[in-house]
């Protein structure tokens, strides 16, 4: 094992199992939700079988709803089809030890028709590889972080669900964006997390307080876009298995209340060729000097960002986020260094990158940035131009267009898209207009709790 980075290879993993340091794999694939699936395996069978064949599970784990009940309606599995398996390949160059995990090293699976051993096309790590792969094509390596928030509250998650996750107490009592006292008194999750994180092969960058009681950004280091997104679920898995060790719970709803500010997972993105950025360059365009391949991706993701919005917010709660003067954007349209704007274009020379500030904390991040690379390459491969920089308070600028306002607006310009149908294919886009639609529909029947509070006595 790399003692720095946490990352292992077989013949590090073989060392560890030797001395007893390592017992357990946990082999995992993100579902539509981004959450890890799959099985812990024995160190000795990973090594002698699931390393070089695999393991399976069932199918219908990408037919699921958040209950793990089966969903009717799919073509990919169903009852008719007997919900059969599909295989999980391991991507060895994502083998780690799990730091927060006893005894525990953790690898990320691609998923594989059992028949013929093509990749699975629904599956969300295929559908960003594919769009990497494009960008590939087109001499492109893409590169891409994520700044992830959460809430951190005081109560275990087996109390919060006790509670029916209504007051519960958050970890911090007054908002403490930057706060260094408020953020002390946190650093037994937070400190603890950043140093797991990095002894799984996931580099931190920093932690810092945010605009609400007890809300937290841990920052990794950026990469290409595919460990992006991988280092991206495990952080959240990491945040999750930590606070249950330590009886405390995290939340990474995009809004988590209706007085506090949303959870965002920010998506920062560049291209790159061998020799440097290709969004540098010498043109002026507006307060930025940069090339014309960075003016035609910029125009591209903001032509596409409806379409594909399901994917930067794909729950009933994502939509609730944007709201004026609450740090999350409302309107479609790119600036310099303003944090209003939808898409905020920071860094200069080989650090110029995009910063696309739609998508919420409950995006999975392969689907996001799959979206954001396929619109950025349909706008440079048709050369489509941005609008021009907007300056000053784009909250109060009514004339510019606004993000759909909710999950089933966004499904149907997702479902009815043709780019999305020409860049993901009609099995991928009909899979998820079904999954997106079963969510609506779920939450068009449920009673809740506003209701009652409004209705009970006084309608």
């Given at each position: 094992m790399n003692d720095e980075t946490g990352m292992l290879t077989l013949d590090a993993?073989?060392?560890?199992?030797?001395?007893?340091?390592?017992?357990?794999?946990?082999?995992?694939?993100p579902d539509l939700y981004g959450r890890l699936m799959g099985k812990r395996v024995d160190a000795d069978f990973f090594l002698e079988h699931v390393a070089e064949s695999g393991t399976h599970a069932c199918n219908y784990l990408l037919t699921v709803d958040m209950e793990m009940e089966p969903v009717t309606g799919y073509t990919f599995a169903n009852w008719e089809k007997g919900y059969g398996d599909f295989l999980l390949v391991p991507d060895l160059s994502t083998l780690r030890a799990a730091g927060w995990l006893n005894r525990t090293a953790m690898?990320?699976?691609?998923?594989?028709?059992?028949?013929?051993?093509?990749?699975?096309?629904?599956?969300?790590?295929?559908?960003?590889?594919?769009?990497?792969?494009?960008?590939?094509?087109?001499?492109?390596?893409?590169m891409a972080g994520s700044?992830?928030?959460?809430?951190?509250?005081?109560?275990?998650?087996?109390?919060a669900h006790k509670k029916k996750y209504s007051s519960l107490e958050p970890a911090g009592w007054y908002l403490e964006d930057y706060h260094m006292l408020q953020g002390s008194r946190e650093e037994d999750f937070n400190g603890t997390v950043r140093r797991q994180l990095r002894q799984s092969g996931i580099p931190v960058e920093s932690s810092k307080g945010e605009w609400g009681r007890g809300q937290h950004e841990i920052n990794i280091k950026y990469a290409d876009a595919l460990t992006t997104a991988d280092r991206h679920v495990?952080?959240?898995?990491?945040?999750?298995?930590?606070?249950?060790?330590?009886?405390c719970s995290v939340t990474f709803m995009a809004k988590y209340a209706a007085d506090q500010a949303g959870s965002s997972a920010h998506i920062h993105l560049s291209l790159w060729y061998e020799e440097g950025n290709v969004f540098n360059g010498n043109e002026e365009f507006g307060p930025v000097r940069c090339s014309a391949l960075f003016r035609w991706f910029l125009g591209g993701w903001l032509a596409h960002v409806s379409e594909?919005?399901?994917?930067?917010?794909?729950?009933?709660?994502?939509?609730?986020?944007y709201q004026s003067g609450s740090w999350a954007p409302t309107r479609i349209?790119?600036?310099?260094?303003?944090?209003?704007?939808?898409?905020?274009?920071?860094?200069?020379?080989?650090?110029?990158?995009?910063?696309?500030?739609?998508?919420?904390?409950?995006?999975?991040?392969?689907l996001a940035l799959a979206a954001a690379i396929a619109s950025g390459m349909d706008g440079i491969v048709n050369r489509i131009e941005p609008p021009p920089n907007?300056?000053?308070?784009?909250?109060?600028?009514?004339r510019l267009p606004r993000v759909p306002q909710n999950l089933s607006e966004a499904r149907l310009k997702f479902r009815e898209s043709g780019f999305v149908r020409q860049a993901l294919g009609d099995a991928v886009v009909d899979h998820y207009a079904h999954f997106y639609e079963i969510e609506q529909a779920t939450f068009d029947r449920a009673v809740t709790d506003w209701e009652r509070r409004r209705y009970f006595e006084r309608i």
């Open positions: 993993l073989s060392r560890l199992v030797a001395e007893e340091r390592i017992d357990t794999v946990a082999v995992v694939f690898v990320i699976c691609d998923l594989k028709d059992d028949a013929d051993r093509k990749p699975v096309l629904e599956a969300p790590r295929t559908i960003l590889k594919t769009q990497i792969q494009r960008a590939t094509e087109h001499g492109y390596r893409t700044e992830l928030e959460h809430f951190l509250f005081r109560n275990t998650y087996r109390q495990i952080y959240k898995q990491c945040l999750k298995e930590v606070a249950d060790q330590l009886g594909f919005m399901v994917f930067y917010a794909p729950t009933i709660n994502a939509y609730k986020r349209a790119w600036s310099h260094d303003n944090r209003t704007a939808g898409f905020r274009v920071v860094g200069r020379g080989n650090s110029l990158r995009i910063e696309c500030r739609i998508p919420g904390a409950d995006c999975n991040p392969y907007f300056e000053g308070d784009i909250y109060a600028a009514a």
